[in-house]
Each structure stands twice: as C-alpha cells, then as structure tokens.
C-alpha cells in the first residue's frame, strides 16, 4: 500500500514539475506502466493525478514543447478512460462477479507490506497467500529500472521464507486489517472525483482545444473526447437537468458551459472554414467543423433529450445548430447526424426550424428542376406523368434559380401532350395546372418567358408560313391553349398586364388564335370556339374600332347578312352583341347595334311587336345601357323575414287578377318587387309560378296591343332582377335564351320610350350576359355544382373595369387564382447560410449528383454552365464540398502520397484519414456508406505499401511508420467485420517481405547510456513498437474470427514468426530483473494475443514446434519466477499485476497449445520451476508446479481463472494430475480439498470455480481404487483421506465418497443450480440508486469503486446527505453499509435480457421508489444472506460435466443424491428457449452496436454450452436409470424448450462461432432425445409427439440445414438423423397399434403431417442425401436408416420415393448385386474379396430393407415392383440368401410386406419368372413359391425367425388361388398332421403350430381352401385335439379355422359326422373368454342353418342346455353390449341358435 500510495505520489509530483522532460517520461510511464497495472478507478479516488493531467490541457499550445506536454496528458486521459470503460465492462461480466469484501480482493491495494507499518509481525502472518516460495523484498519505484533490490532488507528473510511451511488457503481468510498511515480520511473521500464528474471534467477541459488549426491536435482530443462519451453515456442520465443535489447542479453547469463552448467551436471553424486562408488550413478547418459537429450531437443524444432541448439547450448550441441543419455536404455525408441536429432544431427555434423546412423543399424543387431537365430531353418513350409530376414541383424554386429554360420545357410539354387527339385526361388536366401556374407567377421573367414561349408555339403551328402547306395536324400544337381556363387567364390578366412584353404577346397570342381558322382543322377550331364561349365577356372588354386584336373581338358578335352565320352561333352572337352595348366605347356600341340589327330583323314575329325599329328608335341603342347612377345589387338575406307567405300570395293573386284594376295591379307587382328584396320569400313566390308570369307580362307588353300594361313593365322588371340575381340556377337557363334577351332589349326601349328608368332592365340583361364569368369562381375550383351553395352574383374585375356596368356588384380574381406568392425581398433562402444550401444542391442536381459534380470539378469544365453567376461555386465552397465528401476526401488524400516528397506531408495526410475514419465511429456509421467501405474501393493499399517494405532509416522514418502503423490499426479495429482481402493483404506484407522489416522493428535494442538526441529516438522507437504490437494485436484478433482459406494459411506463418519476435523481445535484457515494464508488459500482452489460437507454433521453417514451445514455457516461467514468486510481497502492490497476468494467461494458451503439439511424452515436467538458479536439481524437482498454487489464490480473478485453468490443461494428462497432487502435498487437504474448496466457495466468482470444476472433471478420469488393496497395485493415490482420531485411512473412490459427503458437495452443488444468474450483465447501467454517506471507515480507500456498480444499493437513510439522481459516483461505502448493499442485490433467474442500456443511474433513489429492486423467482433461500452469489451458466456447464464423470465412478451413489436434492429439475428449469430466442433476435438486430453484440453473443455462447453439457449429463443419468426423469418436473418442461431450441432458424449473419456452438447443441439435445426414445418410449413417446407437433414445420427446417451440414459437421448429421429414425420408428409402432385398436389413445397429429406434404419434403430431402453418399460412407447407414423409417410412416413419402424412381433404383440394385456376387464367387479365397463381398451383401440387405418400407401398404409402390420384375430377382437370389442368414431374413420381410393383401403379387411367386405368362398354362413347378415351401419345411431350431418368416409369407400367399393350388399340389399341407404336438392338456405348445395355424386360417377364408383342409388326412382330428389343450395360444385359431368351415355347405356334414368335433363347438358355449364363446356359437348357428340333419343331431338336452345358460348369461351382459360389439354379436347367435333349436 505504501509503495502504491509512492508511486502514485512521485508520479504526481512529477506531473507538475516544471522540467518538461520530466513530464514527458512521467506521461509515458503513466500510459505504459502505472494505468496498466493499477485498477482505472484509483485515479478517480485519489485523483491529483487526473487533476495535473487536465492542467496540461491548459497548457499553451504555441511552443512545441507545450503543445506536446498536451497530447502526452490527451493520450494519458484516452489511457484511463479506455481502462476505466474496460473495468467497467469486467464489473459487470456476472462470469467475474465475486462477493468478496476482504481487504485484499482483487481490486483492493489496502493491504500493506509488513517492513513498513513498522510493527513486527511472525512471518508465517505475512502474506495475503500460502506462500510456497518467495521473498518480502520490494521495488522502491515499481517502473521494473530500479534493478535487483537484493540488498533490500527482504532479500535476508528469502532463506527464512523458503523454509516455512505452507499453509493452507483457508488459513489465510483471517487477517488483520493494516491502519491507515498519516492520511486524512474525510479529506480522501471529498476529494475522489465521481465518474461523471470525471468525464464531464475531461469535457470541460478537452473542448477549448477544439479551437485550434492543427488537425492532428484536434484528432487527438477528438479521440479523447469520443471514448469519454461513452463513459458519459452510462454515467449520466437524462435525469440531470431535473437533479436539484449539489453534484447534479455541478454537473448541469459545467455541461451547459461545455455545449455553449461547442456551439462557439462550431462558429469558430466555420468562419475559418471560409476566409482568406490557405488551403491546408481551410481543410483543417472544416475537418474540424465536421468533427465538432458529429460529436456535438452525439454528445446531445447522450443526456438531453429531444423533448427538453427547448429548456436546456444555450442559444449558442441552437445557432450552430441552425448552420448545421442547413449544411448540404454535411447533411449528405452524415445523415443521420444531420436529421438528430434538425429534431434538435425544431424544439429550439421554430422560426429557424421553418426556414430549414423551407429550405428542405427548395432543394427538393431544385432536385425536381435538374432531373426534369434531364429527362425531358431523353431520347425515346417518356413517363409523361412522372415528368408533369417533375415539372409540378419545380416550379416552386424557378425564383431562387430563375433557369428559365426550365420554362420552355414545361411550355413544351404541355403543348406535347395536348397535340394528340388520345392524350390522357389526366396528363392533360396536370399539365395544364403546371402551365397556368407559368402563366400566372410572380416572378416577371418567367411569365414573359411563358407568353413568349407560348407565342412562338403558336406561331410554329399557326404562322404564315404554313399557309402552304395543306391543312394538318400541326395546328394541333396549340390546343393547350385552346382551354377556357388558359383562355380566361390570357385575356383576364394577360391583356392587363402592365409589363409590355407579357401584354403584347397575350395579345399576339388571340389574333393568331382568332385569325387562324384557315390554318386550323376543323376539330382545332371548334376546340377554340368552345373555349372561347367562356372568355368572350372578357375578351370583349377589349373591343375597338382600332387594331388588330380589337377588330377581331368585333367579328366575333358580326353575323353575315347573306347566310347569317358567324364565328360563334346565333344565341352567342346575339349575346356578344348586346354585350358590347355596355362598353365604354361609343364607336364600339354603334357596332353593336349594326350587329344587333340583323337579330332584331330575323327575329320571329319581328312585325307584331313593338317599338318599330325606326330611326329614332335606333339612334337611342347605342346609348340605352350608358347608366348614370348603378344600382345597388345587394338583397337581404337575413335568415328572419317579416313578410308572411300568406301576405304574399295574396299580393301576387292580385297582380294576377284579370280583373283587378290596372292601378292596384301595378302597385301590387311594385310591393313584391319590395318584397322580393328578401331572399326567403323567393321560393314562395316562385312556386307560384312568378317567372312565367313576369314573362307573359313583358311578353304582352312588346308586342302591338300591349301598351295597356306599359305600366306594369318597370316593376316587373325590378321584380324579375332580383329573381335572377339571387338564383344561379335560374339565370344560367335564362341566359341562353334568345327570344327572351330580345324582348328584354324591347322592354328597355320601351322604357326608355316611356321615359322611365332603364337601369333595372340593363342590370337585369347584364345578369344574363356576364352569366359565364359570374360562374367563374366556382367553376376554377373544379367542385362539382351540387356542393357549391348559391351565391351573389360576382365578377372578374377586369370585367368592371372595362365595361360600363348598370350595378355595384361583388368582384373577384383581382390577381390570378394560379398565381404563386413570390418570397419576400428578406427572404431568409437568400441569405446565407441558406443561399449557400440552395447553391449546392443546384450544383449537385445540375450534375446529377455529388460525384458528377466532382468530377467536373476535378476536370475545371464548370465554367462554362449557362445559369446563374450566383449559382456557381466559389473555390472555396468547392473545396469544402470535396472535403466533406468521404470519396473525394479519401481519394485526395491518397492522390497526394502517392506524389508525397516530404514526411509531413504523407503524416497530415493520414491524419486527415485517420479522421475519416474516426468520424465513422463517432457517427455509428456502418456499412457501404462507411469511410472504411468507401477506401475500399480505392488503391489505398498500394499507397500505404511502400512504407511497409523497407526499415526506417532515420528518425523521420520512424515517425511516419508510427502513423502509418496508427492508421492501419484504426483501419482494423473500428470495424465489426473485417473484409478478408484487406487481412491478406497486410499479412502478404508483413510476410512476402525477405527481410520482413515489421517484425525485425520489433526487437531493436536499446543502449543503456544515451545521448539526447539518442534518447529522443529511442522515444519514437519505442512508440513504433507500441504501435506495431498494438496493430499486430488487432490483426491476432480479427484472425480469430476470419473464414477466408487464404488469409488461414497466411495466418500460420504470421503467428509463429510473430511469436519468436516477441520471444526475442522477452529475451532482450540479460535477467528478468533487468525488464524494463512498458516494454515487457507490451511483449507480454503480444504474445497472449498471438498464442490465442491453436497452431500457433507449427509453422516454423527454422525450429520444432516442441522447441518454440519450450522456449516460450522456459521465459514466462523466468517472468513468473522474478515478478511473483520471488517477489511473494508483490501481491501488496499493484506495480507489475498487468506482468503477472499477461504472463499467467500466456501460459494458460501455451499449455493447451503444448497438449495438442509436443511429441515428448514427458512435457509435464518442463513446467517445474525452481525457486533459484542456485538451488540444486533435487530442489528444483521437488518444488514442481507448486510455484502455480499460490497464484490460484491471487486477488486478481483473471488471475485466478487463467492460473486454475493452467491446472486444468495440465490435469488433463496423467502425468499431469501426479504432478500437481505432488506439489499440493504439503498444502492441508491437498489437491483434492484446494480444489474443492475453490469450487464450492459462494464468494469466488463463477469462471475461477469452473475451472477448478474443470481439474476435478479430470482427476476424476484418472483410474482409483475400490479399495485400500487394490490401492497397492494403483500408481495413483488419490484421492486419500485419513481420521487422525480413528486413524482410519481411505484411497481411491471410497477416499472420494468421503470427500463429497464430507463437504456436502451435492447440497452446494443443488444450491449453485438454484441460483443461477442468466441475465447478460451482473447489473444495468440504468437502476435507481440509494444514497450512499459521505462519512465512512477509510479502510476501503483503495477499494475498487466499481464494486459499488454491481448490484443495487440499500434502502436510503434520510439522515444522509442526498446525493445525484442522474451521475454515478465513487464515494466509498462504509464496511457494514457495503454489506447490506451487496445483501440487498438478491440475485434471480432472469427470465428476459437486459435490455441494451445507455444510461447510469446512480445513488440518490428514495426509499419509496425500492419496489423495482425487488426480483422474480429469487434463489438464494439457505445462503448466507450477507453476501450477494452469482453462478452463471459456464459455472454449470462445469458442475454438469462434473456431475457426468461422478456418474461413470460412483453411479448409485451420484444418482442418489441427483435425486435427493432434485439437481435435475434445477438443471432443467434452467433451459429456457424463449431467452434464447429473444437473444438471437437481438443479434440479428442491425442496430445492435459491436460491443453489445459481442455481450449478446457471449450470452448465447454461455447458453448454448449449458444446454450441452446439460444433455450429457441427462444422457448420463438416463443411462444407468431411465426412470430418474419426473414428467412433470422434468420431462414435459425440457421437451417444450427442447425442440424450441432444435426450431431455431440460423441467419447468414450469425458468425461461425455462434453456428458452430449451436450445431454441437443440436447434436447433444438429438443425442440425448435419441436415448430418452429408446430407454423408456412408453412414457416419452407421447410428450415428444406432443411437443414435436407443435414446432413441426420449422423443426423440419432444422432437419433440412442439418442434412445439408453433412460434409461439415458428420455428428450433427448423425445425431439428427438417427434421432429422427427412432422418432419414426416409434411413430410406426404407435400406428401399427392404433390399427389393431378401435380409437387412437396417444394420437398426436403427426400421421396426418407425414401424410402430407411435409412428408414428400423430409423423403426428397432424405433421399437425395441418400444417393449423394457413396457406398464405403458411413453415413449412408444413417440416411438409409432414416430412410427407412420415413417411409414406413408416410404415404406422402411413399409416393415422392415412387415418382423419383427409388423402386427401381432398389431392384436394380439388387441385380447389379447378384452380378457382382456371381463375378465375386469366381475369385474365392482371398480375404480384400471377402470383404468386398460383405460390403455387397450390405448393400443388396439395405436396398431390400428400403424396397420393403417403400412398399409398405402402398399398392401403387407394389405395382411398381411388379413391373420391375422384383420377383425375378429374388428367386435369382435365393441360392446367396440359402448361405446367409441375415440376407434370408430381409429378403422374407421384404417378400412378406409385398405380397400383404395383393393378390398380384402373391400370384407372381407362383410363376416362374415372376409373372404371368401366355405361354405358360399353370404355375411352374420351380417357383419361388416351392423355395418357401421347402424353407418352410426344414428343421429349424425353435423359434427360428426364418421358419416364422416362411410361414407368415406363405400365411400372405394363402389368399391366392393359385398359392393354394400349388401348396395342395406339392403335399406341403400334408406336413401339418405330421408335425409333433405336446400331450393334451399341456400348457405350452410346440411354437410350429401356431405357424401352421396362421396359414390354415387364411386358407380357410375361402371355400376352396376350406376344401384343401379337409382333404388333409386327419386335419379335423387334428384340429379338434388343438382345442383340448390348455394353452390359449392356438385355441382361437384352431377354433376359427373349424368355424369358417362349418360355413360351407359342403363341410357341413363332415363336421356334423365327426362327433368329437360338434362336443368341442358346443362346449365352448361354457367357455370364460367371450371371445370364443362367440366364436363357437356362430360355428353351430352356421352349423344348423338350411342344414335339416343337424338340426335334427344338435337337438339333445346337453346341447340345448349349454344354449339356454349361454344365452341367459350374455342377456345379463346385454348392458355393456354398447362397449363390446362382441357381446352384442355373442347374444345375436345365441338368440338365433335358440330358435332354430326351439322350431
């Protein structure tokens, strides 16, 4: 502790040490030695060294030496913030959780040395550890260059020390806590810094050097900060802003000081981004921006959500955010970057928000322009409406770009479309909106680019110069003109239109369209004039006398006197004429009335009416509209009226009345005219019929006799306006009729005749004529009619102004209805930074993308674009854009080594590209758009080459390797996966070099005296083999995982040459005491990396892999030996743990490799250290591996792990138990009881008791002794126990028993299952936290703070200061309330995952809120509550793979108490598929970041092993007793999550590990399934069907991927095959009994799935594998079996094996199998023939057995086989299947599946050649049938199963006529009375009768056979005697064979005659057994029916009898006839025998 609290003491000191130099070295040793050795979190609980760190950072940077005293502090703090993120990580690996509080755990340096506390202790109370050997000196400074301290005061105890005897582990528990020395407690704990005060401290600090011009500067801390974040992030919570303690408002402050430091760092390199600088630092600025920025929002996402933004974030932050969301280049090099800085945005200002929005869409139209540019000019057909949709868009950016040849286009377009005649009316319709939205904007130029467009189409199609030509299709390019919506915006704006330009085309426009009849078709001018109808109104308002344009209006209303027709018809002439009467021109209006005049003359009845069309008359026209004072228009349309309907129509009744006065009816149409003035008297009035009226009225009065009712003229007139006015409806209808605009126009004249008011007549007619335009509104909007409300009259107003209008009146379309808003002239889009936005996205859209734009660029063809100067890049934003972009940037960074004459410049370069990649990280961006993906694909390596393939020469050299080096390690290691070449490539150079310059840099020595310039090189030395081990480390480990073959056999070599460089390395200095530790630790760790994977020593060209072994054991024992052993006090100090370690885990990799390599058999022996170099040979071999015992009790659990798992490598051989249980004899109770004690210590963490689980695993397999004698013939004596009181001794398995009952192993072994942890991570980084005192015993000031990470806290005390809600922190617990904390973590299953956590929430949590700390299904019930217990699942692996081998030496005893304490149950509540799968989901997540994937996947590893190592030991158990598993407990729990396992579907990107692990569980769980089907089927069966069902199809799945596995993985192959085999084997049994039974018990659907589909699949998949095998491939076995057994289940299976020819396959088969024996037959006697002919005859039993299953009730399959002639090929055959047994039975089975009820095929083996022949009349005499018929006959042994095959195939054969013919004909039947029986009576029976008791019944079914039996002399006596005998074997069928012949009119009286016969049938009627009571009275009831003389026979008493009591009794059954069908048939008989007997 002292030296410790030294070491940490000079070091900072010597930070704030003025001599620079000094601070240097200090720096380097800090990163190299110190933070590598001790634990990360003692700086922050003693933190001066972090404070003088972050002082450095203050340093000024503009001298050099400044500068570098900065980025040496920079990379001390990325040292410990990497540690502290490691020891974080290693917190919380529930693997290395160990519950230890002891002062000297693993973290803790509170332990002292004994010298310095100045008291004298025995030295056997020295040391924390049972020192076997070594020395209590210790070094002074600890950096490994003080030398040997020999003449210390520990070097004269070594002697002492060697001699003492060693203690036991146990005997160590027990120290005494050492007093702390001159430190001020309460001081120590306010000054240790939290870790979120730290990080937010290295924030604070590290961010002002953000504003600097050196890129490697910022690099540097870029990279500082990027690993602080990280800690950040599960540091601090968004909690913060809401925590009122005094850390959260520490922390609030420095943060929002921290972004608002940030936001000025953005602007800083933003405004330098864009000055008057050189390029270099233009560059460096803007790489720097874009680093800011990343981490800016990275740093955001930490802890501010977005919700919150608005409240936290400082306006500085949100300015630069603003920029950042408007900077395009970034936005598209960073895109998920730039969307979080946009949600930022928008909560913190909306009105920057909407200008980025705006902006957004600007770009968007921007990018709609270019490509709608591009398009529209392509060549061939076009999607018309993709490119209306294009041009939609675009024109919502025309003012900002003002391109206006995009006009022209669209222009194009739309006239394009509109020319053809089929064009769709939807194109039409969009096309149309795009062109009036260019008509109408507001932008000038471009509505005088429209109009001048348009004019130009219409002077291409209609000008003078086609007037040549015949009239074509070409004036058809004006038709999207020729639209009244076009029309109408031309003539109401156009016209108007104050620019001259846009006026004079409009009007250019109408003269061609109105002049161009001629040169239009006919369909072109009736389209114009159907438009034009709409805009004459308008159009008309510019009439005239003068010029061209209003001429033509003129002509418009003109009519022909000769033919009276026009350009428009009658009705709209004569409106347009009576229009112009209300110009405002009075030569326009004398016009008119000449127009008027030739309507007036031809209008009908013209002479009838009234005034005469005279001079006066006609000189007043022109001026009858001319109104002085226009009329109000407006009605009352208040929804109140105080008028009554009854009121009015009384008054209408009046004006009505002929005859009423003239007077009174004037007045009355005068009040309705008053009353019509409200709108809702209207519909009144107009039911009545008003219109019709007014018009007879006006009607009556035009014509000659109506001057009487002149009077009623004027308000009718009135009356009839406001009618019109107020319904659109009504004057629409009116409007277009002719008659009645003419008798209005006479009605004025009248009037005016009368001197009476015209303006109610003129506004009445204006209502009429400007009906069209007074529609307009409504009609623009295009809603239909029917949903638009009536409205007030309302006109254009050009309508107002250009006529002299009666009326005010309601106006509109003031501005154009498609008129567009023109942004303001502050637009915020034209400033920058938007400009600047707008600008590049029109350059990158111009160039159709950004890597055009770039090219053209490179290429300086830019400057000659026609668009806008302020469009085109400047040299500076040209650079940006190339900077930020990846490609480019990348590109020019290799562009400019590759022509590189200095060093500096290839080191900026590879900054720069070193930034590219870090930026990845930074931004989480993975993938193709990575900058990693990106120099892919670019020639980077043959830029980087060149500095790889040659020594450095000088100390410039060097320093480039160093950064080339840096590069390439940063290249590999921030990826997750690696592509293969880039590893090839770099192994190529490493190793394709002669020289191999890499490596050989790895062992330059170093002078001990030197210069200073010699001693700045040797600096930059040193960096370079830090840096080359670093990246050569990198590229070990990406090795691990690589699958390229190439890189695999570039690998070997790499390794092994590495290895003996780092060898070298090791041996550089003369003795270990001599190391120096940077340069040890660095080789070390090297060389752990390199002996990582197997193989590592075989490729050597110059030594043996033996040697490099041997060499590498012989100098990391000599580390060992000089930093631990003898230096046994070293434990009490951290300086040389990282040695120790390296050096344990080193040895841990080089023992296995060791195993697998070394061809000495007595390797064991090398690992024998001795204590010293002094010490002779018999010392030396004495103290053996002892040197190892002391290490597995070190406070390091790594340590401990690797250095347990040493002994498990080494236990693994014999040689190596004997040797380890040597050198543990001195330790009290040895090997076995160390090791024991090990695995059953609850507060050791689970990876250190696995591996001493592991040991005993092995020193189980050694051979032990049942006893003590046997004990003397054993080598191995151990395990041994001895009772000092009762001096009994125990060796071998009974020592053993003693053992595990002494320490009560199998009680700790069922409470390690029960509490079994299998969650991810020992705790989240996201749990409330109680609040933890600031006062507390100091005794722990050393004490990992970590410790504190891994569980929750206690319950809070209120008395205590509260702490943050939101940041962890470090303070130290106190001893007791460490306690409780711990105890307070109970620690359960885990039924889900963690979740991926992103935060640390730390202490503060209230006691109200300690709910969420309890948890579920808690198992640590009988443990000590004081201490908190995590077994993980690699812990059980082990138990369960221990528990495997204590079942193979001590069976009845394991198994016993595997049950006593229900272990089994435990284990299997453990096996949980639903976590696996939530786990492989998790892994297949793209968004799942490497290093939580990497969590994930050690999760699922550590599963998966479990559930192996589980399946052998439940294979185990099953074996010796198959009744262990409960169904309950066991069985149906562990089959659910089986076969949810063995369902799992693997993803291509789950690494190979992950598949291979769980390929190797596949098999074990099939493996183990397999054996719970044979062992006990009957219980199983039904729950694996169950379970099976339920995941068929994906379990089918499963099998397909294993079956394609079997070139790569034969044992999964197998066992999932073979598991299937007997699954359906079962299956079969399971049918054929259902078949037998009349309801199914344990039917569980399976049958009707292998029936379907799913069963042709599993038979093609089967097959296929089947055929692929050779015949010499064992696992053609295992497909053939599988085969076989599928097909015998499932008809679906059947029937694909049919279709894919397997029938013919097998049969043909088995001729090439007759040929081959026959061809094998003439070379006998050789033993290679031998054996060739038993791999034929395997494959001839095998096509049969596949043939029989095939065939199995399938008639389509056996037809098959008849035509394959299979017969035939069996008889050929049958002389082999005469010589072997085996062959002869599968040959019988084959034959009887065949022949099963298939008469056909029973019949082919009754031909000679198999078959039926024409020219053969009868079956052959040397038929396969006579071959049964004589096997049948031999004399076989009893029982024989050939014999019994024989039979039931000639049993088959019965049932053919043609069989049975040649039976009879051969006398074979005639051997059935010859054939021995027992005496009668007897209880057994010869097994031969049975046989031919088969046979005869299935000859009996018919009557010749029947015939055939009773021919056989002595048959029925024979068969009579059957019955007598006691046996019930044969009874049934002898007793059926005499009831089927009783049925044959023929046999009757044979039967009858025999009396012996006709007693036994009626005594069966007294029989017990149902069955053949029924039996026997169905024979008589046949007996007796139509047969009179039996009835006669059978009527005695005795018979008689036997019927009544037979028959009374089965009525007494009657009742269960229903359950019985044989009882309901058994009273039928008996009813029916009784009748006849009674008749």
Known sequence: MTTDRHILSSNESSLRSNNHSLVRTTCRLLQDVIMQDFPAEIFLQRPKIVQNLLSLLKLSTGRDSASYLTLQAVSCLHQLCTNLRSRLSFHRDPSFYSAKQDVVSQNSSVSYSQETRGTQQSPENSSPRPSVIGRTGQRARGDGQDGDAASSSGSSSQGDNSRLPAQSPSDTAHLDLPEMENEDVLELQFQQLGLAQFCVAVLEHALPLFRTESLKVFLRVLELLSENILLLKDSVSEEVWVDDSIIGWELKEKLLSSLDSLGDTLFYHLNNSSSDQSEPILVNHRLAYIGTAIFTIRLLQTFVPVEKASEVLPESTGAALFHLSLDLPFSMAFQSIHESAAAYLEQLNSENYSVYKSATRAVHSIECTCTFLKEVKMEGKKNLLELLELADQAVGSLSYHQHLPLVKEITGLCSHIWKSAQASPILQAESQKGFLKLLSHPLLAVKVETYACSLNIVKECLGIHNVTKPVSSICHGVHFLLHARVLYEICTFGLQDPEEQVCSAAKDILVYLLQGQLMMTALTWNTFIDALYHVVPILQGYAGTEGTLGTCILQISETANETGEGILPRTARLRAALRLLFTKQQMVRAVAVKHLMWHLANEEGASTKRPVLEGGVLSTLSTLFVIDKPIDMNLDDTEKSYFKVESVTKVYTILTSETVDIVLRKSAAEQLAVIMQDTTMHAALKSLGVIEQLFSFISECVTNNGKSKDCLLLPCLSLLRKLVYADPLLRHSLAQQPSLLLMLLRASLIVKENKGNVTEAAALICLLLFDEVARMDVWIDNLPSCLVPPSPFSIPVTVVRRYNLPFHVMTHHLVSPYCTVLPPSSDPLTVKPAWDMLKCAWNRA??????????????????????????????????????????????????????????????????????????????????????????????????????????????????????????????????????????????????????????????????????????????????????????????????????????????????????????????????????????????????????????????????????????????????????????????????????????????????????????????????????????????????????????????????????????????????????????????????????????????????????????????????????????????????????????????????????????????????????????????????????????????????????????????????????????????????????????????????????????????????????????????????????????????????????????????????????????????????????????FWELRSPSSTPGYREDIKAQVLSLLQYISCFSGLLQSCLIINHDIINQEEVLKPLLTNVFAILSTHLKDHFDAEVKSTLYHTWTDLFMLMATLLRKNSQLTFPYVSTALRKHWTSF?????????????????????????????????????????????????????????????????????????????????????????????????????????????????????????????????????????????????????????????????????????????????????????????????????????????????????????????????????????????????????????LSFALLSNLAISHDCKGVMQKSNFLQNFVTMSLSKPGSKTINPLVNLWLKLLLNMSFGEDGQQMILKIHGSLDLLTEMLQYKSRSSKPAALLILHNICFSPANKPKVLAHDKTVEVLSACLESNFPDIQAIGASALWALLHNFQKAKVTLKNPTIKRRVDEALTLAKKDSTRADEDPMISYKLKCLENLTQILNS
């Open 1596 to 1844: 089918t799945g499963t099998i397909s991927a294993c079956v394609q596995l079997s070139t790569t993985d034969c044992f999964l192959y197998t066992s999932a095959l073979q598991f299937l085999s007997v699954f359906l084997s079962e299956e079969a049994k399971r049918q054929i009994q259902d078949s037998t039974q009349l309801s199914s018990v344990h039917n569980t659907g399976l049958t009707e799935l292998l029936n379907e589909s799913s069963g042709s699949q599993l038979c093609e998949l089967i097959l296929q594998s089947f055929e692929r095998k050779s015949s010499e491939d064992v696992l053609k076995k295992v497909a053939a079996s599988t085969l076989m057994s599928l097909l015998a289940v499932s008809s679906s299976a059947q029937m694909h094996a049919l279709h894919a020819g397997l029938v013919d396959s097998c049969v043909e088969q088995m001729k090439h199998s007759h040929a081959q024996l026959n061809l094998d037959s003439l070379k006998p006697g050789k033993a290679a023939q031998r054996k060739k002919e038993e791999s034929v005859t395997r494959e001839l039993k095998m096509a049969m057995q596949i043939l029989r299953n095939c065939l199995y009730r399938n008639d389509e399959c056996k037809v098959a086989a008849t035509d394959t002639r299979l017969v035939n090929i069996v008889h050929a055959l049958w002389s082999w299947f005469l010589t072997d047994d085996v062959l002869m039975q599968a040959a019988l089975q084959l034959l009887c599946v065949y022949t099963a009820n298939c008469p056909t095929a029973c019949g082919s083996l009754c031909w000679g050649n198999g078959g039926q022949s024409t020219s053969q009349r009868g079956p052959a005499s040397n038929s396969l049938v006579h071959s049964i018929m004589k096997l049948a006959s031999q004399k076989s042994p009893e029982n024989s199963s050939i014999q019994q």
């Open 846 to 1479: 111009w160039y159709n993308g950004i890597d055009l734009l770039l090219e053209q660029m490179m290429s300086h063809e830019m400057e000659t674009e026609e668009f806008l100067d302020r469009l085109k890049l400047s040299p500076v934003e040209s650079l940006m854009l190339k900077v930020t972009h990846v490609t480019t940037g990348l590109q020019n960074c290799l562009d400019t080594i590759n022509s590189a004459v200095a060093h500096g410049t290839v080191s900026s370069v590879l900054t720069r590209m070193r930034f590219y990649l870090l930026s990845d990280k930074l931004s989480l961006k993975q993938g193709p758009d990575s900058s990693k993906s990106m120099l892919k694909t670019l020639e980077w390596r043959s830029a980087l080459s060149r500095f790889l393939q040659v020594l450095p020469a000088c100390t410039d050299d060097e320093k480039l390797l160093v950064d080339v080096v840096v590069f390439l390690n940063q290249f590999f290691k921030h990826q997750s996966e690696t592509d293969s070449e880039d590893l090839q490539w770099i192994l190529e150079v490493v190793l394709k070099q002669e020289t191999k310059p890499l490596l050989n840099v790895l062992v330059r020595t170093e002078s001990q005296v030197q210069s200073e310039a010699e001693e700045i090189q040797t600096v930059i030395n040193q960096r370079l083999q830090k840096e080359l081990t670093g990246f050569f480390n990198t590229v070990l480990h990406l090795l691990t995982s690589v699958t390229d073959r190439k890189c695999l056999i570039l690998a070997g070599p790499f390794r092994t040459q590495l290895a003996a460089k780092l060898l070298g390395c090791l041996r550089v200095s003369d003795a270990p005491r001599f190391y120096g530790l940077p340069s040890l630790e660095r080789t070390l760790r090297g060389m752990v990396h390199v002996t990582v994977l197997p193989g590592w020593s075989l490729h050597s060209p110059t030594q043996e892999p033996d040697s490099l072994c041997t060499k590498y054991l012989t100098g990391l024992l000599e580390v060992i030996s000089s930093f631990y052993v003898e230096w046994g006090r070293n434990a009490l100090s951290f300086m040389g743990k990282g040695v120790t370690k390296s050096a344990v885990l080193c040895l841990l990799q080089l023992s296995h490799e060791m195993i697998a390599q070394t061809k000495t058999e007595d390797w064991i022996s090398s690992w024998s250290l001795a204590y010293d170099q002094n010490t002779d040979e018999q010392a030396a071999t004495r103290l053996g591996l002892a040197w190892l015992i002391p290490l597995w009790f070190d406070r390091d659990p790594e340590v401990r792990f690797a250095s347990l798992g040493i002994g498990s490598a080494l236990t693994s051989v014999e040689s190596g138990c004997i040797a380890l249980a040597a050198s543990c004899q001195n330790i009290s109770g040895g090997l076995w009881g160390t090791v024991l004690n090990i695995l059953l210590d609850q507060l050791e963490c689970s990876m250190v008791r696995r591996e001493a689980a592991f040991i005993l695993q092995n020193l189980l397999v050694m051979p032990m002794p049942a006893n003590i004698e046997e004990a003397k013939d054993f080598a191995w004596q151990s395990p041994c126990v001895h009772d000092e009181d009762s001096g009994l001794s125990l060796v071998g398995l009974p020592a053993l028993q003693a053992l595990l009952y002494h320490c009560q192993f199998f009680e700790h072994a069922s409470q390690i299952v029960k509490t079994c942890y299998l969650g991810r991570h020992s705790f989240d980084l996201n749990y409330p936290r109680a609040s933890i005192t600031l006062t507390g015993n100091i005794t722990e000031d050393f004490d990992d703070t970590m410790k504190h990470w891994r569980g929750p806290s206690s319950l809070s005390d209120h008395s205590q200061m509260s702490s943050s809600l939101s940041t962890s922190s470090t303070l130290v617990l106190p001893e007791d309330r460490a306690e409780r904390q711990i105890s307070a973590f109970s620690v359960s299953r885990v039924h889900a995952p963690d979740t991926p956590t992103n935060r640390l929430m730390a202490q503060g949590q209230s006691d109200t809120d300690t709910s969420s700390l309890s948890t579920e299904d808690s198992r640590t019930s009988g443990m000590p509550q004081d201490h908190c217990v995590i077994v993980t699942p690699p812990l059980l692996s082990a138990i369960s793979g221990l528990l495997t081998n204590l079942l193979a030496v001590l069976p009845e005893c394991t198994l016993s108490a595997i049950n006593q304490y229900h272990i089994l149950s435990s284990l299997t509540s453990l096996v949980d598929a639903s976590l696996l799968e939530r786990c």
